[in-house]
């Protein structure tokens, strides 16, 4: 079975300061540990882009990269 990544799971999987980082990381090393495969959406990717790399001004907590 395949599991898509919902832009929510990306960005507390890349967000080491997020409260629930690391539960998003242990049920993605599950799920990869199980042999599942795991997807993302186009869509996702620019959702990720555009919180990722958003001025922390315009984004609250959740501007990840400078």
């Known amino acids: 079975?395949?599991?898509l990544?919902?832009?929510?799971?990306?960005?507390?999987?890349?967000?080491?300061?997020?409260?629930i980082h690391?539960?998003?990381?242990?049920a993605v090393d599950r799920l990869k540990a199980q042999g599942e495969?795991?997807?993302i959406a186009p869509?996702?990717?620019?959702?990720f882009?555009?919180?990722?790399?958003r001025a922390k001004e315009r984004n609250g907590d959740q501007a990840m990269l400078p």
Do not use: C
């Not at 990544?5 to 409260?19: A, C, G, M, Q, V």
């Not at 690391?22 to 242990?26: E, F, G, I, R, S």
């Not at 869509?43 to 959702?47: P, R, S, T, W």
């Open 49 to 53: 882009w555009n919180v990722a790399t």
């Open 37 to 39: 495969d795991l997807h």
């Open 22 to 26: 690391l539960t998003v990381q242990a």
């Open 5 to 19: 990544l919902d832009t929510n799971i990306l960005l507390r999987l890349f967000d080491r300061k997020s409260p």
């Open 1 to 3: 079975m395949g599991y």
């Open 43 to 47: 869509q996702n990717a620019v959702e």
